[in-house]
């Protein structure tokens, strides 16, 4: 059984050639975005790529977490992948947080006008929320968050590793169980009130800070939640098409396929549901997000978002045999990802730059990052074996069947 992952020299070149092209973009953005509005651009499209990236990588410690406090044993055959996935959580955390400090200190106010003093002070909406919307509170914020998710990511991939060693008693079993229930339940605390709350509010939604929605952080949820979903997929696809995870078959990616089929109906859901209450509502300080997007010239971004994120998944992963075939999965997968990071681009771009461009600096960049997530992926997974055979739930994995 191959069960200890070799890093292909055409995958690493892969990963290199797509760092190298976010490099270059991000070079050419220096020189090619000036003044006041290039600026803008320029930040916006690394503030969309580091903040969406990073939360579909932290997906894959909550698929880790929530797998786990379910008792759930079908994924056990494959989990090194998206605990292989996390360990990007810390790096991609760490870029994210640096450009959140520069664009708040230094007062990138046409990324965040909440940052603009003395349009706050005369600004009753803003002075309402400065107490939420502030520099320190930022920054406490993002200090936590950011912290918090790389510990405890960092925290079940070594507990992981170190349960290779364990022998397989019915006492040791009990003692993993136990552990991993006790440091996955308190991730999904931090996880809940973070990306489920606080965090796409303070990182996103105050782009836009006349504009709230209670239903904003779910959206965000769900988008980067489906995105991570097909990540795992994809690196899943690419082991067994390398010899890998024997223990892994069709069975299992019919789930992964169940999953992103479930929850691109409940990112439908919220997005029609975010958008009729507004549009029913009809008050002017919820529907000024919805104008330039359904509107404006972000209007056909807007709906297509609705084609590749709803109606494709819909149809492609509606039919059994789709969900069973590599190949297929894979296409889907990426049409996910690529989909998501587009309804990131229209979230972000209308409350900064405002105009409809092509967007060949935000892409550069994302692929800049896809680069980085390949190769800090592809190096964990050297690191440890890729099947956990001291698992308890090992033997329900090989077993499962949908």
């Not at 060949?360 to 992926?377: D, R, S």
Request: contains cysteine; proline residues 4%.
């Amino acid at each position: 059984m191959k069960d200890q992952f070799v890093v292909p020299a055409r995958l690493k070149t892969t990963s290199f050639v797509l760092m190298g092209i976010g490099l270059l973009t991000l070079l050419i953005g220096l020189f090619a975005f000036q003044g006041e509005h290039g600026s803008t651009r320029f930040w916006a499209g690394l503030l969309q790529n580091s903040t969406f990236f990073l939360l579909i990588v932290l997906a894959s410690t909550f698929f880790i977490a929530a797998t786990t406090l379910a008792h759930g044993g079908w994924q056990i055959g494959f989990r090194r992948v998206p605990e292989a996935i996390s360990m990007a959580v810390p790096v991609l955390g760490g870029i994210l947080f640096l450009l959140l400090m520069i664009l708040v200190f230094t007062g990138k106010t046409h990324i965040y006008h909440w940052l603009d003093a003395e349009h706050v002070a005369h600004d009753p909406i803003l002075t309402w929320k400065a107490p939420f919307l502030s520099k320190a509170f930022f920054t406490i914020a993002a200090v936590l968050t950011i912290g918090l998710w790389s510990y405890f990511t960092l925290r079940l991939r070594k507990m992981s590793i170190e349960q290779d060693s364990w022998d397989l008693s019915k006492e040791t079993g009990k003692r993993i169980i136990w552990r991993n229930t006790v440091w996955c339940g308190g991730f999904l605390v931090i996880y809940v009130l973070s990306v489920g709350s606080t965090t796409p509010w303070m990182w996103l939604m105050s782009i836009d800070a006349h504009w709230y929605s209670t239903m904003y952080s779910w959206y965000t949820f769900a988008s980067t939640w489906v995105s991570g979903l097909a990540l795992i997929s994809l690196f899943v696809i690419y082991l067994k098409r390398n010899g890998y995870l024997p223990m892994v078959n069709e069975e299992h990616l019919h789930d992964l396929g169940k999953f992103c089929f479930a929850f691109s109906i409940f990112w439908a859901y919220l997005w029609f549901s975010q958008y009729m209450l507004i549009w029913y509502a009809n008050m002017p300080e919820e529907i000024v997000y919805f104008k330039p997007r359904v509107w404006g010239e972000w209007r056909p971004i807007f709906f297509l978002n609705l084609v590749i994120n709803f109606i494709t998944p819909l149809l492609f992963l509606m039919k059994r045999d789709t969900k069973r075939n590599y190949s297929s999965m894979a296409f889907i997968a990426v049409v996910i990802i690529f989909g998501h990071w587009l309804d990131f681009w229209q979230m972000v771009g209308p409350g900064t730059y405002q105009h409809l461009v092509f967007p060949w600096f935000e892409f550069g960049i994302g692929l800049g990052f896809v680069g980085l997530i390949v190769f800090l992926v592809s190096n964990q997974l050297t690191k440890a074996a890729l099947v956990p055979k001291t698992h308890p739930y090992l033997k329900e994995s090989i077993i499962h069947h949908t």
